[in-house]
């Protein structure tokens, strides 16, 4: 996109929906995609050509961890650590004759739910759906100028409501949070861990040598400078998490608009107000006093941080620039993050920080 600045940044936001879950080549409701031109040579026409890199013109596909070599029949538990993980349960817990139990916490349990419900509106908002899998095919995908990384007969389309309704029925647990860097949530509690024999980890932090209030103040500085050059700044991210603190970071003039647009922000924000269990000290004790232990209700009710669920209505009516704007997804394949970039990308003052 002519002029756009993509600025990468120490805050890792994750393209994936799962660990080994990804969102995948295919492209969602972009007006240049829609706008591109066909491939003759294959003859399929949802298959585009943009910048001399070919997208499929549908939904997204999935490629996680395959069941295939698991007898999900025997498996007697899931341990789910994060909200991000809980969004791909129902592609291990729907169809494939698993009856075991579910473990995880409980803030993970309901922002995880309210992840998997902004995936699915994003999903439902795509218009196009191919007719047949034929772009799949080695013959032509293998001649793409931009091939798949895995073989995409290996995607799935993503799960449906009925899936994920029927994923949270089953018989969940419960385990108390932790976190070992962040200045927001609870630490995580190490004593426990010194006499135990076996640690099952999902992921690590690759970030040893940084703090999590070193990357704030680097993105602060950051969207500061774009803002200084009258610019707006757009930040692909997951409505829930890190953005709890990034809407009330200091150092940013009071007279710059922030918006959130998420089909869940709303959501998002009333349980980030009542989830003292899972906060840091100081977070829970402000609950305790009694007072709001984020600032963000005193945001909104100042009117520098407006909630909309989608660009659509009152967005298009009261949005201005310069500002800063909080969306999903992350991949930029689906939800409104991906159209801010088709709005904003013919000025080269904006940018975009991943």
């Not at 029927?166 to 976190?179: P, V, W």
């Not at 829930?240 to 959130?260: H, N, R």
């Not at 349980?271 to 305790?288: F, G, L």
């Not at 930029?332 to 088709?342: C, I, K, Q, T």
Request: negative net charge.
């Amino acid at each position: 996109m002519p002029g756009f600045s993509w600025i990468p940044h120490s805050i890792s936001l994750p393209f994936s929906v799962l660990c080994h879950m990804f969102i995948n080549g295919t492209c969602s409701k972009s007006p240049r995609i829609k706008n591109a031109h066909i491939v003759k040579k294959f003859g399929i026409p949802y298959l585009k050509e943009l910048g001399g890199r070919f997208y499929v013109e549908g939904p997204p596909e999935i490629f996680h961890v395959s069941t295939d070599t698991i007898n999900m029949e025997t498996i007697d538990a899931i341990l789910v650590s994060n909200y991000e993980s809980f969004t791909g349960l129902p592609f291990y817990t729907e169809n494939t004759g698993f009856s075991g139990k579910i473990y995880v916490t409980e803030i993970a349990f309901q922002y995880g739910k309210l992840l998997m419900e902004e995936l699915l509106e994003f999903m439902e908002r795509i218009e196009a759906r191919p007719e047949d899998k034929k772009w799949k095919k080695e013959e032509v995908c293998g001649k793409f100028s931009n091939p798949p990384f895995q073989n995409p007969a290996e995607w799935r389309p993503f799960y449906t409501t009925e899936d994920m309704h029927r994923c949270l029925t089953k018989n969940i647990a419960y385990l108390t949070a932790s976190n070992p860097n962040a200045t927001d949530v609870k630490l995580m509690e190490i004593a426990p861990l010194r006499s135990v024999d076996y640690i099952l980890v999902t992921s690590l932090s690759r970030l040893i040598d940084t703090t999590v209030q070193a990357m704030g103040v680097g993105l602060t500085r950051t969207i500061t400078e774009v803002l200084k050059n009258h610019g707006s700044v757009i930040l692909p991210m997951c409505p829930i998490g890190p953005i709890f603190e990034l809407v009330e970071a200091p150092g940013i003039s009071m007279d710059t608009p922030i918006y959130f647009i998420s089909p869940v922000a709303k959501s998002a924000i009333a349980m980030a107000s009542i989830s003292a269990e899972w906060m840091s000290e100081s977070r829970q004790n402000a609950v305790y006093l009694p007072e709001e232990p984020y600032s963000h209700n005193q945001l909104i009710r100042s009117g520098r941080l407006k909630i909309y669920d989608s660009l659509y209505g009152n967005f298009s009516k009261e949005f201005r620039t310069p500002c800063i704007i909080f969306a999903s997804h992350a991949s930029l394949r689906v939800g409104d993050a991906a159209h801010m970039v088709e709005i904003l990308g013919s000025d080269p003052r904006n940018a975009v920080i991943v």
